[in-house]
């Protein structure tokens, strides 16, 4: 894989700025995020040591509104992976057509070794370091991976008591009692199968034909699992960081989600007729449906070839490299990018920020339609512009995204 995760994002927006035959000075605007921070954490630990973490938020654009995206807490996290993730929040919520830009962060931890107590100084210090640049109309964090409502529950009420001002709207994916949305915690995981069903109903097919794998089974991979299983999908394979399982007569997925709900991972479920398969092998399974669900850069040049699925939905961020695109496309695999059919969190998102602004609350019900009818029209939109245009689904989309923004650019000026 050429260049580091940000290169991965730059070969995508290239590829969009050549179609579109973007000028260099807008392209320019485009592939430099607007704001970096990098903060250092200094936080007391149990055992009376000081330990000092790294955190970072990036906000790639504000033109089309205050920035919007996950917290991530994980091992890799670095600059150039939260300025990756950061764009492709750009371009999902213009996909999305949602009033915002894009932006990311994470801290550099491994939130699994640190207590309860140590995890919440850890997320109000960084609140602390971020304040100056985030707030409901300038930057709104949300969860990603390693981080979940109750850390969002934190942030909102450190971010309140500096502000002195209970500021709901300034993080998505609270807790429900503190103004989180009712169906945010699953809205990633619907959007994905939305956007499966969509794609099915174009091919003419029928879910109860289809076998499907899905790689991680965290918040977006067991929803997506559950789901697929709802619509009639034969869902053969699921993995989490411990191994996977495949049974090439289904799985039985409620009782996939028990064990995972009771014992945070798939180590230690057995069932008749189910064998153990590790993650890179449950990608080149010969299944009908691909859900990467799990990290970035799983299917790359080195495996891409092996890939015997007929379509990858992508629910994870990134999960294919730009050169596994190109092997892809020559071997016919229809692949649903990442920034539109896992766009469902970020959508739940916009709701649940409206709903703050408002003090105006829905019902699971109305969520969950309003999340269908966005879902349904992006896909219907970027399928008929890919196809009338003769572009891969992942160009069409960016390129519907990217000229949102540089509409937007032109639109504002620049300033002075
Ligand atoms: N972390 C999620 C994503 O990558 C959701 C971001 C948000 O809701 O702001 O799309």
Known sequence: MAGGQYEQVLARLREAARILNLEPGIFEILAEPERTLEVALPIKMDDGSIKVFIGYRCQHSTVRGPAKGGVRYAMDVCMDEVKALSSWMTWKCAVAGIPYGGGKGGIRVDPTQLSEGELERLTRRYVYATYPIIGPEQDIPAPDMGTNAQI???????????????????????????????????????????????????????????????????????????????????????????????????????????HVENNRVLEGYEEPGADNISNTDLLT????????????????????????????????????????????????????????????????????????????????????SRLDNIMTNNFAEVWDFAHEKDLSLRTGAYILGVKRVVDAIKLRGIFP
């Open 285 to 368: 399974l010969d299944v009908d449906l691909l859900i990467p669900a799990a990290l970035q850069n799983q299917i790359t040049e080195e495996n891409a070839a092996d890939i015997k699925a007929k379509f990858i939905v992508e629910a994870a961020n990134g999960p294919t490299t730009a050169d596994a695109d190109k092997i892809l496309g020559e071997n016919g695999i229809l692949v649903v990018p990442d920034i539109l059919a896992n766009a469902g969190g970020v959508i739940c998102s916009y709701f649940e920020w409206v709903q703050n602004l408002q003090n105006f609350y829905w019902s699971e019900e109305e969520v969950n």
């Open 152 to 258: 969002m529950g934190w942030f909102v009420d450190t971010y309140s008591i500096l502000n002195g001002v209970y500021s709901p709207g300034v993080v998505t994916g609270k807790p429900v009692p503190i103004g989180g949305s009712i169906g945010r915690r699953e809205a990633t995981g619907r959007g994905v199968i939305f956007a499966v069903r969509e794609l099915l109903i174009r091919l003419g097919k029928e879910p109860t034909e289809i076998t499907c794998a899905v790689q991680g089974y965290g918040n977006v991979g067991s929803v997506a699992a559950t789901l697929a299983h709802e619509l009639g999908c034969k869902v053969v394979a699921v993995s989490d960081i411990t191994g996977g399982r495949y049974n090439p007569r289904g799985l039985n997925i409620p009782e996939i989600t028990k």
